[in-house]
């Protein structure tokens, strides 16, 4: 085999190819260093072999045979410095028994595989590819540059089993996630702020869910900025106040009424185009609102607030909201009354949309592709490993990751 193949073909440059050996359907191509050797602690060329150590490198394969690179690595003593070392193995990173261009291959592959396929395909472990991913990873995404920041989106997502969370933090020009906390609640966003404001980013809007612990965070850290209470979550707590209430009568309901009641959480829950009429549940969803008059109040108002987002501008969007607080406490329904109170409270970060039209929409997604990623592996022991598979999650082809 020419030199010029081992170099163009398998990255060996510095080296002469002394025979090739085919044992077990496996290919092995020893070789020897070329003239020049230098000590790998101060470049001198003043040096003098003092021995060597045999060793085998993984080599990128030859369609489905193995390829093995052997090496008697010379120990060598330097002249200039004084130091015995072995000398540097230029194709090989670090002390690791593979080539440089065998984990490029890896990586190339995970782009289009899972990393259990890849291990299989290539007959390595598991762990071989998930720790050349890692340091890939770790290189590219270990520390987020945060100094172009404007527009974030703060959520929390759970893990596992155990009440286990994260809470992430997204780049909402972006789409890519810049922040990974262990945990929920204020303390998780802790290390984040510290970054933050060392990186001098110039933050305008954040948008987060009601919780009062992300809104004192963000006020306290952030205290100039325009705070966007997302429109997911307004409508999420009001279907939960509609289911709490349509428990509530259904444990207070006659015989009659539990059965047409039953079933029907679902059926308010969902957006009227979305009923499927040859199921009959149109009929079925008009029947319970006929039957209770306070159910057909908060269903009407329920689907009357998603209309909160979509006003011409600012000024209508207020005199909608006032309203819409005014009507629920006027039917004295106490999970209406309940949603009136905590919307007026927080009218100032609702309205804010209309200055800044953001919401944590795009870090909903991000969370599904979360939750993806933990099922096609199974789950993560590593969670540093997952947490530079979030960071990665805006670049990853999402339907392959695994």
Same mark, same amino acid.
């Given at each position: 085999?020419?030199t010029?193949?081992?170099?163009h073909?398998f990255?060996l440059k510095?080296y002469?190819h002394q025979r090739?050996?085919?044992v077990?359907?496996e290919?092995?191509?020893?070789v020897?260093? @070329?003239?020049g050797?230098?000590c790998?602690?101060?470049?001198?060329r003043?040096?003098?072999?003092?021995?060597?150590?045999q060793?085998?490198?993984?080599?990128?394969?030859?369609?489905?045979r193995r390829?093995?690179i052997?090496?008697t690595?010379p120990?060598?003593?330097? /002249?200039?410095?004084g130091?015995?070392?072995q000398a540097?193995?230029s194709?090989a990173?670090g002390q690791h028994?593979?080539?440089k261009?065998?984990?490029?291959y890896?990586l190339?592959l995970?782009?289009?595989?899972?990393m259990w396929d890849?291990?299989e395909?290539?007959?390595?472990?598991?762990n071989?590819v998930?720790?050349?991913?890692k340091?890939a +990873?770790?290189r590219?995404f270990?520390?987020?540059?945060?100094?172009?920041l404007r527009?974030? #989106?703060i959520?929390e997502?759970?893990?596992?089993?155990?009440?286990?969370?994260?809470?992430?933090v997204?780049?909402?020009?972006?789409g890519?996630?810049?922040?990974?906390g262990?945990g929920?609640g204020a303390e998780?966003?802790?290390?984040f702020w510290?970054?933050?404001?060392?990186?001098?980013?110039r933050?305008? @809007?954040v948008a987060?869910?009601?919780?009062?612990?992300?809104i004192?965070?963000?006020?306290s850290?952030l205290? !100039?900025? !325009?705070?966007?209470?997302?429109h997911f979550?307004?409508?999420?707590?009001?279907?939960?106040k509609?289911?709490d209430?349509?428990r509530d +009568?259904?444990?207070q #309901?006659?015989s009659?009424? /539990?059965?047409?009641l039953k079933?029907t959480?679902?059926?308010?829950l969902?957006a009227?185009?979305k +009923?499927d009429?040859?199921?009959?549940?149109?009929?079925?969803?008009?029947?319970?609102l006929?039957l209770?008059a306070? +159910?057909a109040a908060?269903?009407?108002?329920?689907e009357?607030?998603?209309?909160l987002?979509?006003q011409?501008d600012?000024e209508?969007?207020?005199?909608?909201?006032?309203?819409?607080i005014?009507r629920?406490r006027?039917?004295?329904?106490?999970?209406?009354?309940q949603?009136s109170n905590?919307l007026?409270?927080?009218?100032?970060?609702l309205l804010?949309?209309?200055d800044?039209?953001?919401s !944590?929409?795009?870090?909903e997604g991000t969370n599904?592709k979360i939750?993806t990623?933990q099922?096609?592996?199974?789950g993560?022991?590593d969670t540093?490993?997952?947490?530079?598979?979030?960071f990665?999650?805006?670049?990853?082809?999402?339907e392959?990751?695994?």
């Amino acid at each position: 085999m020419s030199t010029s193949l081992l170099y163009h073909a398998f990255g060996l440059k510095g080296y002469v190819h002394q025979r090739t050996e085919y044992v077990g359907g496996e290919v092995c191509f020893v070789v020897e260093p @070329a003239a020049g050797l230098r000590c790998s602690a101060c470049r001198s060329r003043e040096v003098i072999r003092r021995g060597g150590r045999q060793r085998r490198f993984r080599g990128l394969p030859i369609g489905r045979r193995r390829v093995w690179i052997e090496l008697t690595v010379p120990r060598l003593e330097c /002249k200039a410095c004084g130091a015995v070392r072995q000398a540097a193995v230029s194709f090989a990173p670090g002390q690791h028994g593979y080539t440089k261009r065998f984990a490029r291959y890896v990586l190339e592959l995970v782009r289009h595989m899972t990393m259990w396929d890849v291990a299989e395909h290539l007959g390595v472990s598991w762990n071989l590819v998930k720790e050349l991913l890692k340091e890939a +990873l770790r290189r590219r995404f270990g520390r987020p540059r945060l100094k172009e920041l404007r527009l974030l #989106a703060i959520d929390e997502i759970s893990i596992g089993h155990g009440q286990r969370y994260l809470t992430v933090v997204l780049d909402l020009e972006t789409g890519a996630v810049v922040f990974v906390g262990h945990g929920k609640g204020a303390e998780a966003l802790d290390p984040f702020w510290k970054r933050l404001k060392s990186a001098g980013a110039r933050i305008e @809007a954040v948008a987060v869910d009601m919780s009062q612990a992300y809104i004192n965070a963000v006020r306290s850290n952030l205290p !100039t900025v !325009t705070l966007v209470f997302d429109h997911f979550h307004v409508v999420k707590l009001m279907n939960d106040k509609l289911s709490d209430l349509r428990r509530d +009568l259904q444990r207070q #309901a006659v015989s009659q009424e /539990k059965e047409v009641l039953k079933g029907t959480r679902w059926l308010l829950l969902k957006a009227p185009k979305k +009923l499927d009429e040859t199921k009959g549940e149109v009929e079925r969803l008009e029947a319970a609102l006929a039957l209770n008059a306070p +159910l057909a109040a908060a269903y009407y108002l329920k689907e009357d607030l998603r209309q909160l987002w979509s006003q011409p501008d600012k000024e209508c969007a207020t005199a909608f909201l006032e309203g819409w607080i005014e009507r629920a406490r006027a039917t004295g329904v106490r999970q209406l009354v309940q949603m009136s109170n905590t919307l007026s409270v927080h009218r100032v970060g609702l309205l804010a949309y209309y200055d800044v039209p953001i919401s !944590t929409g795009p870090l909903e997604g991000t969370n599904n592709k979360i939750k993806t990623l933990q099922r096609q592996a199974y789950g993560y022991r590593d969670t540093e490993f997952l947490r530079l598979r979030i960071f990665a999650l805006h670049e990853t082809r999402y339907e392959l990751v695994g």
